[in-house]
């Protein structure tokens, strides 16, 4: 693919598409039309040193690696391209969208967005282009991570303040996340994703420290009512054990005189006393429960595990107040009637 890209860059002038990548892997006698079209490009003299070299390596890998594969070897690797290329040449609305004319496009860094403040929505339905969204997520993701930390290289001025807001993150999340979450700070990037439990993640990325990864990177927290008891046990273990108290209380009887009532059918005692013990005891347990995720945790509230910029606040059980409910009426100048109603993310 890198080698494909390479040479589609020398004759599209710089322009690549998953289609001109399609014909050059797939489609017999192209590979050999835009050799020649380069040919003619290099017997002119247009091409620059660099061009020069990328051309020979490119046919050095075509010519001496990539068509001397054993036919079987061949197949299956033109298989795994065609997989992330058919999905955009497959369908003629994708081919327009994300593989038109060089002169159509009308997107194609973030270093213009980032410095001028634009907001960029992917908005795909993931039941309509299941494969095609969590393709295009993924590499708008690592274009924005990517443009976000080369802003840590340019010395001369401080990094724009930029924010990636992601729902459902467990469909596109991907390894080099945890990677980025541990640099972004210093790039002045706020990450804002939600997913529905930590075994979503580990179940897309199939590796529990990727998973650990991620989760640690993500300093602020906000937990809704879960069952999943690998979120629910990493949770506690976050939280961590406080100390807490057991009382055991118990009562005996004794009796020196017993006798059997056949008119009653019962023990009669005579001369009885009663004693009752009571121990107090402490042992360390988790803050919370299982039971507080499963159960305790009402529509709308929240566990929180916040950081005020300082230090750790106690987590505690919040109350949230979604945009299309009444706001409440408070007296100390946080909120009123008069004000519109607000979300919280």
Not at 102 to 116: A, L
Not at 162 to 175: A, K, L, N, P, Q
Request: aromatic share 12%.
């Amino acid at each position: 693919m890198a080698e494909s890209i390479k040479l589609c860059r020398l004759y599209n002038d710089g322009y690549v598409t998953f289609a001109e990548l399609h014909k050059l892997i797939n489609t017999n006698g192209y590979y050999k039309e835009k050799l020649a079209y380069l040919r003619e490009m290099f017997l002119s003299g247009s091409m620059s040193d660099e061009d020069i070299y990328n051309l020979n390596s490119s046919i050095t890998f075509f010519e001496e690696e990539f068509m001397q594969l054993d036919p079987r070897t061949l197949s299956i690797l033109k298989s795994e391209i065609t997989r992330i290329t058919s999905t955009f040449v497959s369908d003629l609305n994708s081919l327009n969208t994300f593989c038109p004319d060089k002169e159509d496009i009308t997107f194609s860094r973030f270093d213009e967005v980032i410095r001028s403040g634009k907001i960029v929505v992917l908005n795909m339905n993931i039941a309509e282009y299941k494969n095609l969204s969590k393709i295009i997520a993924a590499y708008l993701k690592l274009d924005f991570q990517s443009e976000v930390l080369l802003q840590l290289a340019n010395n001369t001025s401080l990094p724009h303040p930029t924010v990636f807001i992601c729902d459902e993150f467990h469909e596109y999340v991907t390894s080099t996340d945890g990677d980025f979450f541990a640099q972004r700070r210093e790039a002045k990037c706020i990450n804002i994703v939600a997913t529905q439990s930590y075994t979503s993640l580990l179940n897309t990325l199939n590796n529990s420290s990727t998973v650990r990864v991620i989760v640690q990177n993500l300093i602020n927290k906000l937990w809704f009512r879960t069952d999943d008891s690998f979120t629910i046990e990493d949770i506690q273990k976050q939280i961590g054990k406080e100390d807490k108290s057991k009382t055991t209380k118990s009562i005996s009887e004794n009796a020196n005189e017993t006798h059997y009532s056949y008119f009653t059918n019962s023990l009669q005692s005579k001369k009885s006393s009663v004693s009752e013990s009571i121990s107090s005891s402490i042992y360390s347990d988790f803050v919370y429960d299982t039971n507080f995720f499963t159960q305790d945790l009402e529509l709308f509230t929240c566990l929180s595990f916040l950081s005020d910029g300082y230090k750790i606040m106690k987590p505690a059980k919040l109350k949230m107040f979604p945009y299309f409910s009444e706001a409440p009426d408070t007296s100390h100048g946080k909120l009123n009637k008069n004000e519109n109603k607000y979300k919280i993310i």
